[in-house]
């Protein structure tokens, strides 16, 4: 499975649009994106995913490059309750999944 | 949606002493099961996955007679620590799937294991 690197922290305001980036430059063509969160002490929980196409459902939505080497989550207005780790993670079947350091957010008031 | 639960959410106990986790699917049948554990900062570490029926398959590093894994019906898996040390401290978590679509693993609150 193809890797992906995040940044390790960022900070948004209340409100506005949370843009998370992530790179997987060694993805193959059937290769999935997904993304998870975890609050803290809570157990993840899943976002969204895609394959080539931007995807959007009541919680974000996915924005993939043409390319699909990176992709980024949007959290159209975050709010407090929204500060956690975001994974990305990529996958192109089983179950298994491979979870990296992921991007810890912070949501400012 | 499938809510997956687990019992207990945090237990302290002594070194030497053994520890049962359940994870249970709460409102569906659960195929496979999977159990993650998680240091204080660090990312999820898969454990092992279990079948309903069959013996679990474990990760490399992680002992099978250590962490002892029973998925015995479609709606519950435990996981036992046996003879628990400090150094097994940790955040266990458990998921469920049901095998329908891959991103559709749903995950369990997480069981705080302090061992003293």
């Known amino acids: 499975d193809a890797k992906t690197t995040q940044p390790t922290s960022m900070d948004c305001a209340e409100g506005r649009a949370a843009n998370l980036p992530c790179n997987h430059s060694?993805?193959?063509?059937?290769?999935?994106v997904y993304w998870y969160r975890q609050i803290h002490s809570q157990g993840p929980q899943y976002i969204i995913h895609?394959?080539?196409?931007?995807e959007t459902n009541e919680m974000a939505s996915l924005i993939i490059t043409e390319d699909r080497k990176s992709s980024t989550l949007i959290l159209p207005h975050a709010t407090l309750r929204d500060t956690a780790v975001y994974y990305c993670?990529?996958?192109?079947?089983?179950?298994?999944?491979?979870w990296g350091a992921g991007t810890k957010l912070i949501i400012k008031p | 949606g499938a809510v997956v639960s687990q019992h207990p959410s945090w237990v302290i106990c002594k070194s030497g002493t053994s520890v049962k986790i359940e994870c249970r699917s709460l409102?569906?049948?659960?195929?496979?099961m999977f159990w993650y554990r998680q240091f204080p900062k660090q990312s999820l570490m898969l454990m092992a996955t279990?079948?309903?029926?069959?013996?679990?398959?474990?990760e490399q590093g992680v002992e099978k007679d250590k962490f002892l894994i029973n998925h015995a019906s479609l709606t519950l898996s435990t996981l036992t620590v046996t003879s628990a040390h400090p150094e097994d401290s940790s955040f266990y978590i458990c998921?469920?799937?049901?095998?329908?679509?891959?991103?559709?693993?749903?995950f369990g609150p997480g069981t705080r294991l302090t061992v003293t």
């Open positions: 998921s469920a799937t049901m095998g329908l679509a891959f991103y559709e693993q749903y």
């Open positions: 409102d569906f049948q659960a195929t496979t």
């Open positions: 279990s079948n309903e029926g069959s013996k679990a398959t474990y």
């Open positions: 060694t993805i193959s063509g059937n290769e999935y």
């Open positions: 895609g394959l080539k196409n931007n």
């Open positions: 993670i990529v996958r192109s079947g089983g179950y298994q999944l491979i």
